[in-house]
């Protein structure tokens, strides 16, 4: 960690259509398609701005070895904790944008579960022409594997479309192995607890394939998207409490500008809070 320095990394990207497509597919809500030109909805450039890593440089955990722009950090779990996106000015379909990265802060904690190290990166959006169009601000945490969990029945059915309307103003959230595998190729994540059943839980200990954390987070601003069409989304914050392992039930709702996923039990796994510009502002 010595040697290791933060450095903003600068890169110039395409809002990719084809990755914008498979996320659409992936969702099947029915929606029109989104081509060259539309306004990405909020958090897709997560899948719209994918970033391929060469695999030289992948660890044994799927992810790029650790060193370069993320610290040397020595635990092994990583996971998406969290963060915060402001939004100020629309990413369109197609364009190309400048991406500006760097690591913020390295905090080393210890909590409950043992030695904890916390990665805040910041990016920044920009057209190529100059305005910004988003900042974001995410949280990693590296941690120790935790006591190895007794595996769950790796036989799923085919859910279909992940998110679909329930009763009471609520939605179903459902996942299997293809889900996951889709959106890790979507958003280049190659991280293998998310598709290799052997590595999930015999190197990592845990039950099941996990739920990416993104994609928790993309089903609940999908429902802001189908209840609020044509809200313009000024700030999102979004926090994952805790995993949510392949084929658990799990339930979406709102309440108020606050969205929570809502694991077996109740137990909230991820929540999104949303602030959203007034009608008749410059974005809206």
């Known amino acids: 960690m010595e040697q290791w320095a933060p450095h903003t990394v600068t890169t110039r990207e395409l809002v990719d259509p084809a990755p914008v497509a498979a996320l659409a597919a992936l969702f099947d809500d029915g929606l029109p398609a ?13 899948v719209a701005l994918p970033r391929w890593p060469v695999s030289s440089e992948l660890g044994d955990d799927g992810h790029p070895a650790r060193g370069t722009f993320l610290p040397p950090v020595d635990l092994p779990r990583r996971m998406f904790a969290g963060g915060e996106v402001r939004f100020h000015a629309p990413l369109k379909v197609g364009d190309t944008v ?11 904690k210890s909590g409950r579960s043992g030695r904890l190290v916390i990665v805040v990166v910041r990016t920044r959006l920009s057209t190529e ?11 990693l945490i590296y941690r120790d594997r935790g006591t190895p969990a007794e595996p769950k029945p790796a036989d799923f059915d085919p859910v279909g ?6 009763e009471g103003g609520t939605w179903d959230f459902a996942t299997d192995p293809t889900l996951l595998m889709r959106f890790s190729a979507a958003t280049a994540n190659p991280h293998r607890i998310h598709y290799d059943w052997p590595y999930a839980t015999r190197a990592e200990g845990y039950p099941g394939l996990v739920v990416h954390g993104p994609l928790m987070s993309l089903a609940l601003a999908e429902v802001l998207r189908l209840d609020r069409p044509g809200a313009r989304v000024k700030r999102l914050s979004h926090r994952n409490k805790a995993p949510l392992f392949c084929g658990e039930p799990a339930l979406l709702r709102a309440d108020g500008s606050v969205l929570e996923l809502v694991g077996p039990g109740g137990t909230p796994r991820t929540s999104l809070e949303v602030e959203l510009y007034e009608e008749g502002t410059p974005h809206a």
């Not at 989104?34 to 997560?46: A, I």
């Not at 479309?161 to 329930?166: G, M």
Request: glycine share 4%; with cysteine; charged share 30%.
């Open 129 to 139: 022409d100059g305005p910004l169009c988003l900042e974001e601000r995410q949280d």
């Open 34 to 46: 989104l081509l060259t030109g539309d306004d990405l909805p909020p958090l897709w450039h997560w």
């Open 98 to 108: 400048v991406r500006e990265s760097t690591v913020d802060s390295v905090t080393e």
């Open 161 to 166: 479309a992940p998110v679909r309307r329930a």
